[in-house]
């Protein structure tokens, strides 16, 4: 039976995930924007929402509780959507005039732009329901709709993705055709808008994003991708650019309506990985994989077995973001506290089913844990990026007492004094390295 044309055609507000995304690639290539990862998921879904051959389709407009579920807000308030409103009307995009290349003096032309002019929100006369509307910057337009050079792909692919992997997602969808792209690193990081503090141990930039992205990719998207290093390295052996393989993907799994997703956590792995009944060393189908068990093993002092770890990991998985999980030596470092914490209390109870004890406080803690690290990230006012207050915790755990580390309201008293004394003594003399300073004194009388 043929629909109507009118049943066919969708509604203003409706989200179809096999709506497409037309981009030009001057905007596919913007580079270190601070999107969040709901804003550049909210602004892959408004290009799915204008016709790119329409300039009247311009103004885009969401149902409250579609709007709610796109930005991952938990409760909605006034407040909140203003607060969502002003940030999102404060991003910008940074592009490259036609050339695309330096002057004799080293400078190149670009022009900045906000992306949005206006956000509304208002309720329906017709059918009482509140709406968002939201309508990109007339400096953008010829970004959006005056296209000659762009990609094209179906919406849902990027709705499960982190804004990292999504834009690592365009970056190569971009070259899909032409079956490979070719990158210095410095440029990828721009496109994949990392900041300039993060992830610069290579180690950490291979788990972080590429492997990660391959990952991520090869699950919920059309197409899947390997890398290599290529070129010439720089001194001390720095990779500087980077080839990616490019290729159909159909072992993926996709998703037909916004219902169907949970924005705050996509299950990156799931059920882990595919486990063989069978004793002998070959027991996971995936290499990398089986190196990272092996070593978590360690963390527990090899007293669990490979299919056990398996488990504990698929439990920090549920719990943990995905980009923190990804970090194998994070990982490590937190089941190892935990093992220390469950060896600590075995001196003073029995505990009949170690590794289900383990079970229990990996789960139950993961999120604590990060929430903890925050907490003693406002110790130090915040001067101190996530990964540095975590060695910071790992110092007071090796010098204070269990009970005392244990406790967060006395280990955040316990570094916040530290903080302050370090403050005191920087008005007296000049601290050069202040975090240096400050792990030196955590777990010392002051």
Same mark, same amino acid.
């Given at each position: 039976?043929?629909?109507?044309? +009118?049943?066919?055609?969708?509604?203003?507000?409706?989200?179809?995930?096999?709506?497409?995304?037309?981009?030009?690639?001057?905007?596919?290539?913007?580079?270190?924007?601070?999107?969040?990862?709901?804003?550049?998921?909210?602004?892959?879904?408004?290009?799915?929402?204008?016709?790119?051959?329409?300039?009247?389709?311009?103004?885009?407009?969401?149902?409250? &509780?579609?709007?709610?579920?796109?930005?991952?807000?938990?409760?909605?308030?006034?407040?909140?959507?203003?607060?969502?409103?002003?940030?999102?009307?404060?991003?910008?995009?940074?592009?490259?005039?036609?050339?695309?290349?330096?002057?004799?003096?080293?400078?190149?032309?670009?022009?900045?732009?906000?992306?949005?002019?206006?956000?509304?929100? =208002? +309720? !329906?006369?017709?059918?009482?329901?509140?709406?968002?509307?939201?309508?990109?910057?007339? &400096?953008?337009?010829?970004?959006?709709?005056?296209?000659?050079?762009?990609?094209?792909?179906?919406?849902?692919?990027?709705?499960?993705?982190?804004?990292?992997?999504?834009?690592?997602?365009?970056?190569?969808?971009?070259?899909?055709?032409?079956?490979?792209?070719?990158?210095?690193?410095?440029?990828?990081?721009?496109?994949?808008?990392?900041?300039?503090?993060?992830?610069?141990?290579?180690?950490?930039?291979?788990?972080?994003?590429?492997?990660?992205?391959?990952?991520?990719?090869?699950?919920?998207?059309?197409?899947?991708?390997?890398?290599?290093?290529?070129?010439?390295?720089?001194?001390?052996?720095?990779?500087?650019?980077?080839?990616?393989?490019?290729?159909?993907?159909?072992?993926?799994?996709?998703?037909?309506?916004? &219902?169907?997703?949970?924005?705050?956590?996509?299950?990156?792995?799931?059920?882990? #990985?595919?486990?063989? =009944?069978?004793?002998?060393?070959?027991?996971?189908? &995936?290499?990398?994989?089986?190196?990272?068990? !092996?070593?978590?093993?360690?963390?527990?002092?090899?007293?669990?077995?490979?299919?056990?770890?398996?488990?504990?990991?698929?439990?920090?998985?549920?719990?943990?973001?995905?980009?923190?999980?990804?970090?194998?030596?994070?990982?490590?470092?937190?089941?190892?506290?935990?093992?220390?914490?469950?060896? !600590?209390?075995?001196?003073?109870?029995? @505990?009949?089913?170690?590794?289900?004890?383990?079970?229990?406080? #990996?789960?139950?803690?993961?999120?604590?844990?990060?929430?903890?690290?925050?907490?003693?990230?406002?110790?130090?006012?915040?001067?101190?990026?996530?990964?540095?207050?975590?060695?910071?915790?790992?110092?007071?755990?090796?010098?204070?007492?269990?009970?005392?580390?244990?406790?967060?309201?006395?280990?955040?008293?316990?570094?916040?004094?530290?903080?302050?004394?370090?403050?005191?003594?920087?008005? +007296?003399?000049?601290? @050069?390295?202040?975090?240096?300073?400050?792990?030196?004194?955590?777990?010392?009388? @002051?």
């Amino acid at each position: 039976m043929t629909r109507s044309k +009118k049943s066919q055609k969708q509604k203003n507000w409706e989200l179809l995930t096999d709506n497409k995304v037309s981009k030009a690639h001057a905007l596919n290539e913007i580079r270190n924007s601070r999107m969040t990862t709901s804003q550049a998921r909210l602004f892959a879904i408004y290009l799915s929402k204008v016709d790119p051959r329409n300039k009247e389709t311009r103004e885009v407009t969401f149902r409250l &509780d579609e709007y709610a579920k796109i930005m991952e807000f938990s409760k909605v308030n006034t407040t909140r959507l203003k607060r969502t409103a002003e940030e999102l009307l404060s991003i910008t995009v940074t592009y490259w005039d036609d050339t695309g290349e330096y002057s004799s003096d080293g400078t190149q032309g670009f022009v900045m732009c906000q992306l949005f002019k206006r956000f509304k929100f =208002e +309720k !329906n006369s017709d059918d009482g329901e509140w709406y968002v509307s939201i309508d990109c910057h007339d &400096d953008t337009l010829h970004l959006i709709f005056e296209l000659t050079k762009y990609l094209s792909y179906p919406l849902w692919n990027v709705l499960p993705l982190t804004k990292n992997q999504q834009r690592m997602y365009e970056l190569l969808k971009q070259y899909e055709k032409a079956g490979e792209r070719v990158m210095k690193v410095n440029d990828l990081r721009e496109w994949l808008w990392i900041e300039q503090d993060e992830y610069l141990r290579w180690d950490n930039f291979k788990t972080r994003i590429l492997d990660a992205c391959k990952i991520a990719l090869a699950r919920n998207t059309d197409i899947k991708f390997l890398w290599e290093v290529t070129g010439k390295r720089g001194r001390g052996g720095k990779i500087n650019a980077l080839r990616f393989t490019i290729e159909k993907n159909t072992d993926y799994t996709r998703k037909y309506t916004l &219902d169907d997703y949970n924005f705050k956590q996509e299950a990156l792995h799931n059920d882990g #990985v595919k486990l063989i =009944e069978t004793k002998s060393a070959n027991v996971c189908d &995936d290499l990398e994989y089986m190196k990272r068990i !092996n070593y978590l093993m360690e963390a527990c002092g090899g007293e669990f077995t490979f299919a056990d770890m398996v488990e504990l990991d698929g439990k920090m998985s549920k719990n943990m973001d995905v980009e923190i999980w990804l970090n194998t030596e994070y990982c490590y470092n937190y089941l190892e506290e935990r093992y220390t914490y469950m060896e !600590n209390q075995s001196r003073t109870r029995r @505990i009949s089913d170690r590794l289900g004890y383990m079970k229990l406080i #990996v789960e139950y803690a993961a999120m604590q844990y990060i929430e903890r690290i925050e907490f003693l990230m406002d110790a130090c006012k915040y001067e101190f990026d996530f990964e540095e207050t975590v060695v910071l915790s790992d110092k007071m755990r090796e010098t204070m007492k269990p009970s005392d580390f244990l406790n967060a309201n006395v280990s955040y008293h316990h570094l916040n004094d530290r903080y302050k004394y370090m403050d005191l003594q920087g008005k +007296k003399r000049e601290i @050069i390295n202040r975090f240096n300073y400050l792990s030196s004194i955590v777990g010392k009388e @002051i």
